[in-house]
C-alpha cells in the first residue's frame, strides 16, 4: 500500500500554487547579447535562439546584433572578462601589495631600532639583509609592473567594447568644458534632431520648414514676449532658469534687431532661447494652433545658432539647450526625437559628474553648484516621466546619484 502511494506521488506532475501543473524546467540556449531590435529599441532582451520572446511575439524576425571587433587587440564582447571581474582581481592586487609595503616597513623599523641610527648602518649590513632589501625592491618592481601591464589590459579591453561606466565619466572634478566637446555634441544632436518624432523606426530625416519670419521684428514685441512668458509658465520644469533674467535676455535681443552691427554682438544662446521660448510657448498654447508655421520656423532658426554656441558657451548650456529642443519635441513631430535628445543631456550630466555631490575642496562657486543641481534634477525628471510614458528603461538609477535636491 505504501510502495503504491509512494510511487503514485513519484509519477504526479509538479503543481503550483494554483493548483495547475507547470511544465518540466528546460535549459534554454541563449545568445550572448541582446537582438538588434531590442538593442535599438533600448528594452530588455531574453536573448533565446532562434528568436527572442519579444520579436517571436511580434512575429518579426530576430536579427543578432553584429558584436564590435577591435582586430588589434582581438577581443570582442564574448571574449573578454567582465568590468567587475577585473575590478576585483585589481583590488586584490592591490591589497596584496599594501600588504607587502606593510610588512617591509616594519621590518625596516626594527632593523633601525636594533643597530640604531648611524649613516653607516647600510655598510654594516649583512649580506643576507642586502638579499632580502634587494628581492624585496626587485618584487615591488615586478608587482609595478605588472599591475601597469593589467592596467593597460583593462584599458584596452575597455576600449574594444565600449564601455565607460559613470564613475569613470564623473572621475574630472575640475571644469571640464573641453570634455563634451571631444563627443562631437553638435553633430550627435543634429543626429537626433533629424529622427522623424512621427516614426522614429524608420530614422527618416524630418522636412525641413522653410525660414519664414523667422527673425521677430520690432513690431511684434508685445506678442513675443506674450509667447515667452507662456513658456515662463512651466517654473517647475525648468526650475534652473531665472525668470527676470531670461526675460531680460530676449528684450535685449529684440532690441538689437533694429541694429545691425549689435545684432551682430548678440550672444547666440540668448538668440537661441528667444526664439525656442517663443516656438514652445506657441506650441503650449491652445489658442496659437493657427501659428504652427511660425513655430517650426523659429525651431529651424534657434536650430542655426547651436554650432556658435557649441563653441563659445559653457557645457551647462550645452544641457539647457537640449532641455529646451527636448521640451519642442514633446510638441512636435518635426522636432526630432525625445527619447535621444533626452539620453544625449542624461550623458552629458553623467560626463560632467552633476549626479554627484561636489567635493568640499572643490572651487565650484553656491551659484553654480546650485545650478548645477537644478539642471540634473531637471534632466533627472524629464527621464524618469519619458521612461514611464514611453515604457523604456532609465537613464540612471536613483543609487547612483549622490547630489542633493538643494
Known amino acids: 500500500m505504501s510502495s503504491t502511494s509512494s510511487a503514485g506521488a513519484q509519477e504526479a506532475p509538479n503543481l503550483n500554487l494554483r493548483g495547475t501543473p507547470e511544465p518540466p524546467l528546460t535549459s534554454t540556449v541563449t545568445r550572448p547579447q541582446a537582438c538588434e531590435r531590442c538593442w535599438k529599441r533600448k528594452q530588455k532582451c531574453d536573448r533565446r535562439l532562434p528568436a527572442c520572446t519579444s520579436c517571436s511575439g511580434l512575429g518579426v524576425e530576430c536579427i543578432p546584433r553584429n558584436q564590435d571587433f ?20 585589481r583590488i586584490a592586487n592591490l591589497e596584496e601589495q599594501s ?26 649590513a649583512t649580506p643576507r639583509d642586502a638579499i632580502s632589501i634587494t628581492s624585496s625592491r626587485a618584487l615591488d618592481t615586478v608587482n609595478s609592473n605588472r599591475h601597469g601591464t593589467e592596467d593597460s589590459s583593462v584599458r584596452a579591453t575597455m576600449g574594444a567594447i ?26 550627435v544632436i543634429s543626429g537626433a534632431l533629424a529622427i ?11 522636412p525641413q520648414t522653410p525660414d519664414m519670419n523667422s527673425r521677430l521684428s520690432s513690431e511684434s514685441r508685445d506678442l513675443t514676449l506674450e509667447h515667452v512668458r507662456k513658456f515662463l509658465e512651466w517654473p517647475i520644469i525648468m526650475p534652473y532658469i531665472d525668470e527676470d533674467m531670461f526675460l531680460r535676455q530676449c528684450e535685449g535681443v529684440m532690441a538689437c534687431r533694429t541694429d545691425c552691427h549689435a545684432a551682430q554682438n548678440t550672444p547666440p544662446l540668448h538668440v537661441f532661447n528667444l526664439h525656442m521660448a517663443c516656438a514652445i510657448g506657441i506650441s503650449v498654447s491652445p489658442t496659437s494652433t493657427h501659428l504652427s508655421l511660425l513655430s517650426a520656423s523659429l525651431h529651424s532658426a534657434a536650430l542655426g545658432e547651436l554650432p556658435s554656441i557649441m563653441r563659445t558657451e559653457s ?92
Open 196 to 206: 522623424d518624432g512621427r516614426d522614429p523606426s524608420k530614422a527618416m530625416p524630418a
Open 162 to 187: 565600449g564601455f565607460l561606466s559613470r564613475n569613470a565619466m564623473a572621475e574630472p572634478q575640475d571644469n571640464s568644458d573641453d570634455l563634451p566637446r571631444k563627443f562631437s555634441l553638435a553633430e
Open 315 to 406: 557645457a551647462l548650456e550645452h544641457i539647457h539647450c537640449m532641455i529646451m529642443l527636448t521640451i519642442y519635441s514633446l510638441y512636435n513631430s518635426s522636432g526630432g526625437s525625445a527619447w535621444h535628445l533626452l539620453g544625449l543631456a542624461m550623458k552629458t550630466c553623467i560626463s560632467l559628474g552633476l549626479h554627484r555631490e561636489p567635493n568640499m575642496n572643490s572651487s565650484i562657486g553656491l551659484t553654480e553648484a546650485n545650478r548645477r543641481r537644478w539642471l540634473f534634477w531637471a534632466v533627472y525628471s524629464f527621464d524618469r516621466m519619458l521612461s514611464l510614458v514611453m515604457d523604456r528603461p532609465l537613464s540612471i538609477q536613483d543609487d547612483d546619484i549622490s547630489v542633493q535636491v538643494s
Open 99 to 124: 600588504l607587502h609595503r606593510k610588512r617591509s616597513r616594519t621590518h625596516n623599523g626594527r632593523a633601525e631600532s636594533c643597530d640604531g641610527s648611524s649613516p653607516m648602518d647600510d655598510s654594516l
Open 70 to 89: 577591435n582586430t588589434a587587440s582581438e577581443l570582442s564582447h564574448t571574449s573578454v572578462i567582465g568590468y567587475v571581474s577585473s575590478l576585483k582581481r
